[in-house]
C-alpha cells in the first residue's frame, strides 16, 4: 500500500494543534481500557516529541504527574505536572533517575518506544521486541502491584513470546491495531492490565 503522509489523522493534529498523530492512538486506547486515573503517575517512555506527554497530563490532572523520557528532545512545553530526562534508557543512569523521581509509585508505565527503522522486516522486529523487553524490565522495578502497561512493538518471530512473557506478570493481555495507526505500519499495541508484582 502507498505511503500516505497527510491521511487523516495528520490533517487532524495539525488542525488540533497537537504534537503528533500518535495522541489519538492513546486516546482510543484510554477510550477502550481506562487505562490512566486521575492523580496516576504515569512513565511515559519514548515521549518525544511530546503528543502522548500532552494527553496524559489532561488525564491525570493536577494532582497526577508524568514523567517522560527519550533520547531526543520534546518539541513542545512540558505541562506543569510533567517532567523530561533526555537520555537512553538503555542505559543504568535514566532508570535510577525515574526511581528517584517517582517517590516508589509508578501507577501506569506506556511506551510508544521505535527502534531506528532499517527496513529490513526480521531487524526491526527483532530490534522493536529488545525495546519492548526493556519496557517489561522497568515495569518490573517500578510499576506498583495493580498497575498498568501498554507497550508497541513491530511484531515477528518474538512476538508470540512477548505475548507469553507478559501473560505472566499481568492478569488480563489485549493485543490492538489503534484506528489512527498507519494503514502500511504493523505495529501493535498490547495492553497488559493488572500488574501482579
Ligand atoms: C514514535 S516516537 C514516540 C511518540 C510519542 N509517543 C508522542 O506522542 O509524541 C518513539 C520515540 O522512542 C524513542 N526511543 C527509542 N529508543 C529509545 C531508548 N532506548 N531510550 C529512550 N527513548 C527511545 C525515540 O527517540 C522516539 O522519540
Given at each position: 500500500?502507498?505511503?500516505?503522509?497527510?491521511?487523516h489523522?495528520?490533517k487532524?493534529?495539525?488542525?488540533?494543534?497537537?504534537?503528533?498523530?500518535?495522541?489519538?492512538?492513546?486516546?482510543?486506547?484510554?477510550r477502550?481500557?481506562?487505562?490512566?486515573q486521575k492523580g496516576?503517575?504515569?512513565?511515559?517512555?519514548?515521549c518525544?516529541?511530546?503528543?502522548?506527554?500532552?494527553?496524559?497530563?489532561?488525564?491525570?490532572?493536577?494532582?497526577?504527574?508524568?514523567?517522560?523520557?527519550?533520547?531526543?528532545?520534546?518539541?513542545?512545553?512540558?505541562?506543569?505536572?510533567?517532567?523530561?530526562?533526555?537520555?537512553?534508557?538503555?542505559?543504568?543512569?535514566?532508570?535510577?533517575k525515574?526511581?528517584?523521581?517517582?517517590?516508589?509509585?509508578?501507577?501506569?508505565?506506556?511506551?510508544?518506544?521505535?527502534?531506528?527503522?532499517?527496513?529490513?522486516?526480521?531487524?526491526?522486529?527483532?530490534?522493536?521486541?529488545?525495546?519492548?523487553?526493556?519496557?517489561?524490565?522497568?515495569?518490573?522495578?517500578?510499576?506498583?502491584?495493580?498497575?498498568?502497561?501498554?507497550?508497541k512493538?513491530?511484531?515477528?518471530?518474538?512476538?508470540?513470546?512477548?505475548?507469553?512473557?507478559?501473560?505472566?506478570?499481568?492478569?488480563?493481555?489485549?493485543?490492538?491495531?489503534?484506528?489512527?495507526?498507519?494503514?502500511?505500519?504493523?505495529?501493535?499495541?498490547?495492553?497488559?492490565?493488572?500488574f501482579?508484582?
Amino acid at each position: 500500500m502507498a505511503y500516505k503522509r497527510k491521511d487523516h489523522f495528520y490533517k487532524k493534529a495539525k488542525r488540533e494543534k497537537k504534537a503528533s498523530r500518535a495522541v489519538y492512538k492513546l486516546d482510543e486506547l484510554q477510550r477502550r481500557f481506562k487505562l490512566v486515573q486521575k492523580g496516576d503517575i504515569v512513565l511515559d517512555l519514548g515521549c518525544a516529541p511530546g503528543g502522548w506527554m500532552q494527553e496524559l497530563s489532561k488525564m491525570v490532572g493536577t494532582k497526577g504527574r508524568i514523567i517522560g523520557i527519550d533520547l531526543l528532545p520534546l518539541k513542545i512545553e512540558p505541562p506543569k505536572n510533567c517532567s523530561f530526562i533526555q537520555g537512553d534508557l538503555e542505559d543504568e543512569h535514566p532508570t535510577t533517575k525515574i526511581q528517584l523521581m517517582a517517590s516508589g509509585r509508578v501507577d501506569v508505565v506506556v511506551s510508544d518506544m521505535s527502534p531506528n527503522i532499517s527496513g529490513i522486516a526480521f531487524a526491526d522486529a527483532y530490534r522493536s521486541y529488545e525495546v519492548a523487553m526493556l519496557a517489561l524490565e522497568i515495569c518490573r522495578k517500578l510499576l506498583k502491584e495493580g498497575g498498568n502497561f501498554v507497550v508497541k512493538i513491530f511484531p515477528g518471530q518474538e512476538f508470540e513470546e512477548y505475548v507469553r512473557i507478559l501473560k505472566i506478570h499481568f492478569k488480563k493481555v489485549s493485543t490492538i491495531v489503534p484506528e489512527a495507526t498507519r494503514k502500511t505500519s504493523s505495529e501493535r499495541y498490547l495492553i497488559a492490565l493488572n500488574f501482579k508484582s
